[in-house]
């Protein structure tokens, strides 16, 4: 079993990432249950703008794209800015819109039989909120999205300096982490048994 | 397998309800897959504000949480007020938030292995969000929430007195919510056969 | 000048109410500048589902109603449930729906020259998305919503029992509480003295 | 007076925008209130991930920053994808989390005294909550938000070609813009009238 993590921060490579840190925690959670993890930091990629699979010219997307169909889970973790995930998230979301009208052989959705889960972080607040958003899209695109399939860091109320990397107070994030992978494979692995077959308005 | 449909129509009985319309719709989708399905107008029982299973003194809640656990799909079935899901359904989720910590005998979150699906109602627009807030609550508790799990029909733009219940164009919506019954059930009964086991934070 | 702040707790009086301390807080700040404040808990209240002003049978909102008309200033304050306002709030945004069709004799619309402001109370998370969702409720009701006319306090991540009346960590909270009155109030007196004509729609 | 228009579509010119059609009207009812209008197409423009004001190395933004700051008025004009904001939109509110440190040499925010108003267009559903996220990032960044300073154009339920462009049901998106427009410039020059002086949390 196979996870693709996304990382939306606006940071390019080199510089630490707090969702990546965090996303980091996940993937190593999720390979204690075996699954084998890849996450891309996608501001390192030229994606372009778009909500096709491929909009030509350099575009970095259609290689991530083949990763993300080769894994059964999906996890999409991004920073909050004025309390939305970022730009960078919602470009990838917004070329995974082209998933919907892709199915398999037998007509079945791409992105079903696929579960979906979501990484946060922030310096403020607004963690419940971005969770929506993007279970929202990737239940719109036909993922699945087990109960809890989710963890978050942030601060608490007003701007500041303190992130997810040097906090001390991160038992519950974790355990909330460790929670998500959890549901995350069963789900997965409850789908891989018993797969949703074609829905009849393929 | 049964199904429990919570409509947040803000009209009594015996009003017309829109919403009721359309998750009639889904229960008739659901059913010929073999559901047992009850929908339930919350707005006709007095359920009281608050955050516990019990608020006591006539609370008309702990009947219909009874109802719930009973079954392996829940339905939240909302008309669109200001953009947002009702009141009603509001007092619903809000009263569903004990959930949170009640499990069963192996400390398995009681709302987990259940699967949620979403039917929106309005004269306007913001359906997509309304799916969004539900979904999240859902998943918060515990609920597992598949792709494509739900419905909805609006007008489009500016105020105006069509309502799905007369409306000639429903046809995207009637077989949207057919595959999200197909879902729905398909998802249910994965997990029935390989349930989540008792999480690592439990 | 007058302010009427509705509180969206979802427990009766006399139980202390968090959101009535904070939104009491705001109200400090707006007597400072000499406006006179008036706070309704709603939930004390039999406010009748439905979306018109007056809902017959004993309805309280059209007192409510009176009391908001009376006001330049109009404060929602609200606690977070599951990420979202509170279901005793969104019954008070359903019954302004029907200030959108109500003028004065000129035809401008009754909420129009009017300001609004957000509060928001939770445990965990949420608050930005609460603003969001008020402030575009008002907005699409005729309300301005000045810049940074909000305050809120949470506890940051994870379910817990601190709350805002006991927290001694509240001064980011209180300060821009302060800004909030400070912006509500330099906007009504603009908008006093320079009131909105009616519009070209009405 | 001035407005700024920012348009967040994904497709570079000479491409047609529906969105820059529908906030080409609305620049036009500006217009007609003696208001000088600037559309800017942010695709076409290099805008560097980040939350400074100047990401350095060929970064577009300073001068488009530059744009906004000459204006009393702020219009941020977005497709829907998946029910969201663009990411073109989303990356341009992300560089105008710079100006909340921002501010005059009185120490008041450099969005105080600017008015925001906000344009959508998508060919499903979602106008509702695009501007309860536009409007709520203005408002944290300082702008005044006036009532009803929107207006949006989409098709309703379901995916499909059609598009504002060529649709002939855009009377009340239009009446909207009028309106909108008409309470823009209102709240602008009460403003200019009356500004908002320095904030005590300054």
């Known amino acids: 079993m196979k996870a693709i993590i996304l990382n939306g921060t606006l940071k390019p490579s080199p510089a630490p990432s707090n969702t990546e840190a965090l996303a980091g925690y996940l993937a190593g959670a999720l390979e204690r249950h075996g699954v084998q993890t890849e996450q891309i930091r996608l501001v390192d990629h030229d994606v372009k ?9 350099a575009d970095a997307w259609p290689a991530i794209r083949e990763r993300i169909v080769t894994a059964e889970i999906l996890v999409v973790a991004t ?7 970022s730009s960078v998230t919602q470009r990838a979301l917004e070329r995974m819109d082209a998933l919907l009208s892709e199915t398999d052989d037998d007509g079945v959705p791409i992105a079903y039989n696929r579960v979906g889960g979501v990484v946060v972080t922030g310096n403020e ?3 419940h909120h971005v969770i929506a958003v993007v279970a929202q899209c990737l239940i719109d695109i036909g993922f699945t999205v087990p109960g809890q399939a989710w963890t978050y860091w942030n601060k608490g109320p007003g701007p500041g300096d303190e992130e997810y990397a ?6 519950w994030t974790h355990a909330t982490a460790d929670a998500a992978a959890h549901n995350l494979v069963a789900v997965a692995r409850a789908l891989a048994a018993n797969p949703i077959s074609t829905p009849p308005n393929a």
């Open 125 to 127: 607040d607004g963690a």
């Open 166 to 171: 040097n906090s001390d107070d991160t038992d």
């Open 79 to 85: 920073p909050t800015w004025l309390g939305q995930h």
């Open 49 to 57: 703008p778009g909500v096709e699979s491929d909009m030509g010219d």
